[in-house]
């Protein structure tokens, strides 16, 4: 009688193909980063100013936060719809507290930061929960969730806006520290924890275990449901984040804010050199995947290029990377 192999151990060192997929996602899109950095600097003499650059890296901060929280998603092989819904759904709550006369402003936005978190991370929950009790692929769970928060968000405003903020959250959503906007701070922290979650820890072992063969990490002992409710979670606090931050950028609160945010969050990770199939990526790339993004946004409309066009060109960008991907794994498989 043959004896059963050996199930695979979540310690052993990543193999020679995962690092090369890795690497080359994270350095090709550096590349296509600086490649349209330059264009832009020689197409349009605005673009490299101080101040342009400022507005890029504030611009940028919201799809940040959120890829940040998605990346855990896809890195399991999940994807999440309603970000952008949840993000409405959790301002709209928050801002009845930062509205309130009776509080101090120091004690209404710990509390706006706190409930806007909660409901984010109370929405991921619902959402990982439901598609993984009843084995509900998450895409159509999150479709889901995202007409529940939006009518929710527009159900609990009456379709109103909330405005006035105190002056100090205002104020400091509109500061820099070291010539950066301080909410782009707030992100790359985001991104600077998420790297050190997913590379330094046994959650973030799991979570790549898990996206490239999940049976093989439930058949070693581990509760993999678990971890997959918990990237849900880990996306709707970072949800929660990009709520606050943008009331504090723009001193609004709308029902009807984030629409679409989930689609360019998404495109983010992708471009970034994650797999939309689970168990490849990395928080380095999804920032520079936000970057590039945010660069050819910017660079298009200094250029003149009308809203429909921008468009049409972001979506084909996304389509070459998904193309690069496949390419790009064909060559990494090889080295393994």
């Known amino acids: ?3 059963a192999p050996p199930l695979p151990s979540l310690e052993r060192r990543p193999t020679a193909g995962s690092v090369a997929r890795s690497a080359m996602g994270e350095a090709g899109t550096g590349v296509a980063l600086l490649a349209l950095v330059a264009v832009f600097t020689l197409a349009a003499p605005k673009f490299a100013t101080a101040g342009n650059l400022t507005n890029i890296a504030t611009e940028i901060t919201l799809n940040t936060m959120l890829a940040v929280g998605l990346t855990f998603v896809i890195l399991v092989g999940g994807i999440d719809l309603s970000v952008g819904s949840v993000m409405a759904l959790s301002a709209v709550v928050a801002a009845d507290l930062l509205t309130r006369k009776d509080l101090s402003v120091t004690t209404a936005v710990a509390l ?13 929950l619902v959402n990982g929960f439901v598609s993984e009790r009843w084995r509900v692929p998450s895409f159509i769970v999150t ?10 968000a527009l159900e609990y405003t009456n379709a109103k806006t909330r405005y006035d903020f105190p002056q100090g959250f205002s104020r400091f959503g509109t500061s820099t520290l070291l010539g950066i906007p301080s909410l782009f701070w707030i992100a790359l922290v985001m991104v600077a924890v998420g790297h050190l979650v997913l ?7 799991l979570v790549f275990a ?24 880990i996306a709707g606090f970072a949800v929660g984040i990009a709520a ?10 709308s029902p009807i804010l984030g629409g679409g945010y989930e689609l360019s969050a998404i ?6 050199g994650a797999s939309l199939s689970g168990g490849k990526g990395s928080m380095i790339g999804t920032l520079l995947g936000a970057c590039l993004l945010g660069v050819l946004t910017n660079g298009l409309l200094l250029m003149g290029v009308s809203d429909f066009q921008r468009q049409m060109i972001t979506g084909g960008v996304i389509m070459v990377a998904v193309v690069i991907d496949h390419y790009r794994d064909r060559l990494a498989a090889r080295l393994g």
Do not use: D, P, W
């Not at 495109?267 to 970034?272: E, F, K, N, Y």
């Open 199 to 205: 590379t330094r820890t046994v959650f973030g072992r």
């Open 267 to 272: 495109a983010a990770v992708v471009i970034g």
């Open 244 to 253: 606050i931050t943008y009331m504090a950028r723009l001193n609004i609160a």
């Open 143 to 152: 479709l889901g969730m995202l007409n529940v928060a939006r009518g929710a």
């Open 210 to 233: 898990i996206g490239s063969n999940e049976e093989a990490v439930r058949l070693s002992g581990h509760r993999t449901s678990v971890v997959k409710v918990a990237v849900f979670v």
């Open 112 to 124: 706006a930061v706190l409930v806007a978190v909660a409901v984010g991370m109370g929405c991921g």
């Open 1 to 3: 009688m043959t004896s």
